[in-house]
């Protein structure tokens, strides 16, 4: 698994063990603090099916904006394929 910062971004580059059901990352930037859950319910070795930042999705790329606000956020990505529609 690779968490690859670019300017004020995280992009997320998943490769992960299939067997790995999961795991976690504490992340800080500047003065902010990042929970990072990492949930792999298909054991799958690549690939982001959604992103969420502070219990809201995240749609588009599989990339987290950093900011600098002395706050701890909540960041929870499931690895699989990307799920279309409103569902």
Not at 14 to 31: D, E, N, P, Q
Not at 63 to 86: E, F, Q
Request: proline share 2%; aromatic share 8%.
């Amino acid at each position: 698994y690779r968490l690859s910062k670019t300017g004020r971004r995280d992009d997320i580059f998943s490769s992960v063990v299939s067997a790995w059901s999961g795991f976690t990352i504490a992340f800080r930037y500047r003065s902010a603090r990042y929970s990072i859950v990492v949930e792999n319910p298909g054991r799958v070795h690549r690939g982001v099916a959604s992103v969420e930042i502070d219990d809201v999705r995240h749609d588009g790329s599989a990339s987290i904006p950093l900011v600098d606000d002395a706050n701890t956020h909540r960041i929870r990505i499931v690895l699989g394929s990307a799920r279309c529609g409103t569902g």
